[in-house]
């Protein structure tokens, strides 16, 4: 009788786990992509890296005025994290608004161009594990600020920048130019912010603000200081976290470059970084 009993509960212990295993394997066993990444395929048969970037976003990026070479701190970063595979990484001057475009036609393998990610990028594009997070900020000049009797208090918002009737500069395809688009701002928007940044503090300015994000405003602070035109930050607040971008199906080409970053990270080196570029 107990024999019977204990084949009874054997089969039936068998037959209840069968079941479950039907139900549950599609979360307890990992299931094959069969997507192939040919980015990470091609990268790996040419031995380096194709990345687009715009170097006129100084710490992050910039052009040597000695060497003529693209320059920065996301530069190292990505240069630490290629080294880490092995690897070596070709630098493209591409204009910002056509970076993306060009990751998603595989014209390039990876876009590093203090990138912010937004909702609407993650439709589009992949992104590695942030490297920073920034500050939007609206700048002026000293000057401009006196003169229109503008406090710490006068600006809480964009509705505030578009009720003061001021014109703000950008740069064409950032998340500031569509901030300030959706909030009915005027502006004018450049195919750098640099351009930006010369136009308001030029005698004959179209633009009176200039809105953008650190740690470039913390530099350009600093660079017209230096030339002795002081400027003001006259609303910030938090903004988005900063990263690289590739394309939607390289899965595999992203899971190495963010075991890369994460090494970088662990290792104190992203620390040493930020330092060497005060990013």
């Known amino acids: 009788m107990a024999k019977r009993l204990t084949m009874v509960l054997v089969v039936v212990m068998l037959i209840v786990g069968f079941g479950i295993g039907i139900v549950a394997s599609p979360f307890i066993i990992s299931t094959s992509n069969s ?12 031995g380096y890296i194709n990345v ?9 990026e910039e052009i040597d005025n000695q060497t003529n070479a693209i320059v920065g701190f996301e530069v190292d970063l990505a240069n630490a994290c290629a080294q880490q595979l092995g690897l070596t990484i070709h630098w493209h001057d591409v204009s910002f608004d056509d970076i993306i ?8 393998d990876m876009g590093v161009s203090g990138f912010s990610i937004t909702p609407d990028r993650l439709n589009s594009v992949a992104f590695t594990i942030p490297h920073s997070t920034t500050e939007a900020q609206l700048i002026m ?4 600020v006196s003169k229109m009797h ?10 505030d920048v578009k009720s003061l009737g001021l014109t703000v500069g950008t740069q064409d395809g950032t998340t500031e130019q569509q901030e300030l ?8 928007s450049w195919d750098s912010f640099a351009t930006a940044i010369q136009d308001m503090a030029s005698a004959n300015p179209s633009v009176q603000a200039v809105y953008a994000e650190t740690p470039i405003t913390t530099q350009w602070i600093a660079q017209y200081a230096a030339l002795g035109v002081p400027i003001s930050v006259v609303y910030q607040h938090p903004y988005y976290p900063c990263a690289f971008v590739v394309d939607k199906n ?13 090494t970088i990270i662990s290792t104190g080196q992203m620390d040493q970084l930020k330092a060497k570029w005060n990013a």
Not at 150 to 159: D, F, K, Q
Not at 181 to 188: C, D, I, K, L, P
């Open 52 to 60: 687009g970037t715009d170097p006129s976003w100084p710490p992050y």
């Open 141 to 144: 000049l000293s000057s401009e």
């Open 150 to 159: 503008i406090t710490n208090n006068t600006i809480t918002s964009l509705a």
């Open 181 to 188: 688009q959706t909030a009915g701002v005027s502006m004018n």
């Open 250 to 262: 390289a899965q595999t080409f992203l899971a190495k470059f963010d075991g890369a970053i994460t």
């Open 35 to 46: 997507t192939t990444d040919t980015v990470w395929a091609n990268i790996e048969k040419r």
């Open 101 to 108: 475009t060009e990751v998603q036609d595989g014209q390039l």
